[in-house]
């Protein structure tokens, strides 16, 4: 086995279209967070103003995304490893 070094990485960085596919995922990754950070601040502006009608509302559908996977877990792990006869148990136990 003879040692490369990094020979690999080095034709890696020479071949154009490797260049250009990561030319076009730097460019898209930064388009996403660009465009994420334009509309989160512009929400955040709009739902801090005095006149909103229902703003505790638009609020509480905002926080939605964060909060939903986090029940769905509990929920799914509580189902895991509730205490049912062996024929509906998805797991096996110990009792």
């Not at 154009?16 to 930064?30: D, N, P, Q, S």
């Not at 909103?52 to 877990?73: E, S």
Request: no cysteine; glycine share 6%.
């Amino acid at each position: 086995m003879t040692w490369i070094g990094l020979t690999n990485y080095t034709a890696l960085l020479n071949d154009a279209l490797f260049m250009k596919a990561f030319g076009i995922t730097v460019a898209f990754t930064a388009a996403a967070i660009l465009g994420k950070l334009i509309i989160g601040l512009t929400m955040a502006a709009v739902l801090n103003q005095e006149y909103l009608p229902a703003k505790n509302i638009f609020r509480g559908i905002m926080f939605l995304p964060w909060a939903v996977p986090a029940v769905v877990t509990a929920y799914v792990w509580r189902f895991l490893f509730a205490r049912r006869d062996r024929s509906t148990a998805p797991l096996p136990s110990s009792a």
